[in-house]
């Protein structure tokens, strides 16, 4: 194996060392579903995205998953990748009243349509985590 062959090998394990450490299946879904028509996409997602960014030192998991709840939900039409976001949040520590915090201080700067998009997928990740409803 070339240096860069192995230096892409453990990019990956690496990377997907962090995507254990974050999401359950439907993390993992996501990879799989690209295995058939984009496998490039699917490892560049857990090489770099995971391996190469998320688990880099200077902020905690919980601060990771509390910015890419923030983005997703500014961004807008992202509510797919919001569920599993809100499930890895959940995975690792956060609750689901700081995720829904998340999403009403997201209101001011992104807009009321956005935040409740995105209520709107907590609420799904929430009733399948037997975690509604929330008091």
């Known amino acids: ?40 996409l699917g490892h560049q997602i857990v090489a770099w995205g995971y391996g190469d960014i998320i688990s880099r030192p200077g902020l905690e998991p919980q601060q990771r ?16 990748q919001l569920e599993v976001h809100i499930d890895a949040s959940l995975n690792v520590g956060l ?18 349509p956005r935040a409740l998009n995105a209520v709107a997928a907590a609420r799904k990740v929430f009733a399948e985590r037997g975690l509604m409803p929330l008091s």
């Open 95 to 112: 609750t689901p009243e700081q995720i829904i915090e998340v999403f009403l201080h997201s209101s001011v700067y992104c807009g009321f």
């Open 1 to 40: 194996m070339s240096d860069n062959a192995a230096t892409r090998a453990e990019r990956f394990a690496s990377g997907m060392a962090a995507l254990d450490a974050i999401h359950d299946d439907a993390g993992h879904g996501v990879i799989d579903s690209l295995a058939d028509i984009a496998p490039e």
């Open 65 to 80: 998953q509390l910015v890419t709840l923030g983005i997703l939900t500014a961004m807008g039409g992202s509510e797919a």
